[in-house]
């Protein structure tokens, strides 16, 4: 008898558990819908403070995919000496083409150098004066994609300088290098900008839920009264958190896929300008899901301090 | 099930609510606790609720030392209690004390601001109560309705018991 009545009872148990969580998961939701502009006007600040570090975030995650590769699509340009002559040049462009660890090699004679220096550089004149060409055939050297590792380009770099001819080497990373750690900068910004804003939310909806319960005050001094825990008097502040976090967090969603649209264009343009076919990409749904659970611990975290504190400090009088 | 032992309380403002209060109520009882404002009714429910502590003496509920009931367990105790005050928590109480059915129902002044029919209605309800078994206490000033009922009655003044009615009661010294 005992032993049937016994899961019953613990079933009954959880279930009565589980409807008082949705009872105040719903009440505290419709406790805050009959506040439209006060819910609205905490859940927007919510927003703000998530999408100034998540938009940062998206405009980084987009260079660095953008810039991403660079590395490893660099060109060296190999000087020849000028002595050699064009025919030296054509015949070690061959010569490379035939190595395993380069993809392509472009010939650009000192004559085809000077021509297009002489168009856009504006200084035709001053060049007339020189008499001689100044410029030496270069080779541009284009490794394959095994060998655009570090490694792989400097000892190409060293093979090319060992060439008869070659006068010098060139592998222009550095301002790549400079990029990324800019970059790296940037994303070490993000972060701080996000630890601070993620703990402006705390405080935004602590102080909220604060002010709910100071005016709730009498509410919470009758159920503490008729034997409500602590925990149970805590309990619609924590789902109102909850709520202002799953708010705001999907305002801030929309913020920035209303920017991503807005920012579409304007970068596919630029990006055609560098000859690149890059497009924005906006935030993924994964991305999306974090961020409203991230959102939504941060005013959770916010609404227990503050409501552990001042609940605990309310007894009937 | 109440029993006040020698009970002083004097509150953070230096004002002595109670000096040396001892009574008993049993089981099943219905006791009205009457006296002029300031008399100590109020801090007599407020120590069986455990809203307050004895500053010395003891209070015992149901046999337990309430000294005994940690802060922790103050909810689960105040669960099996029916509680009843003025104004707005009135009718909560009342509500409350129906779908619960507690062993003990305490009521401060719940008639203070009721016209007389309505107080009447709900002196009967917590006269019903008493009838399945509820022991009940009731802190009021209005003996017309305390005479009505003709029930047990512990009279407060300056923070002591001066008649504590019939029903093994220990008069205050």
Known sequence: ???????????????????????????????????????????????????????????????????????????????????????????????????????????????????EFRNESGFGRALDALGDNPLPDTLIVTPTPAASTPQGTAALKGALAAMPDVQSVQL???????????????????????????????????????????????????????????????????????????????????????????????????????????RLQGLGFTTGILVLGLAASLAWLGSWLAATRHIRGIEPT | MIRFDQVHKRYPNGREALAGVSFKIDHGELAFLTGHSGAGKSSILKLIALIERPTRGQVFINDQNTSGIRPRGI??????????????????????????????????????????????????????FNEVGVTVVIATHDVHLIQHFGARRIVLGEGRVTDAGQAGAVSSP
Request: hydrophobic share 50%.
């Open chain 1, 172 to 278: 222009d990373t550095e301002w790549v290098k400079r990029l990324h750690a800019m970059l790296d900068v940037l994303r070490r910004v993000v972060l701080l900008t996000g630890g601070l804003l993620g703990a402006g939310v705390v405080l935004i909806v602590g102080n909220t839920i604060r002010l709910d319960i100071l005016n709730r005050r009498a509410e919470i001094e009758v159920m503490k009264l008729v034997g409500a825990s602590d925990g149970f008097a805590r309990r619609p502040f924590l789902y109102s958190g909850i709520w202002y976090g799953l708010g705001g967090g999907s305002m801030a969603l929309i913020l920035v896929g209303l920017a991503a649209v807005i920012l579409a264009k304007p970068v596919e343009s630029l990006a055609k300008l560098y000859g690149s076919p890059f």
């Open chain 2, 75 to 128: 909810p689960q105790f105040r669960r099996d209690l029916g509680v009843v005050f003025q104004d707005h928590k009135l009718l909560l109480g009342i509500a409350r004390a129906v779908v619960a059915k507690p062993a003990l129902l305490i009521a401060d002044e719940p008639t203070g601001n009721l016209d007389p029919d309505l107080a009447l209605e709900i002196m009967k309800l917590f006269k019903r």
């Open chain 1, 1 to 115: 008898m005992t032993h049937q009545r016994l899961p019953s009872r613990f079933r009954g148990n959880v279930q009565a558990y589980f409807a008082r969580h949705a009872q105040t998961l719903v009440g505290s939701l419709g406790r805050m819908v009959h506040q439209p502009f006060a819910t609205l006007m905490t859940m927007g600040v919510v927003a703000v403070a998530l999408a100034l570090p998540l938009f940062l975030n998206l405009l980084l995650t987009n260079v660095r995919s953008a810039t991403g590769n660079w590395n490893e699509a660099f060109d060296l340009s190999v000087y020849m000496d000028k002595r050699a002559g064009a025919a030296r040049s054509t015949t070690l462009a061959k010569q490379l083409r035939q190595r395993g660890d380069v993809a392509a090699v472009r010939v650009i004679t000192a004559d085809q150098a000077l021509l």
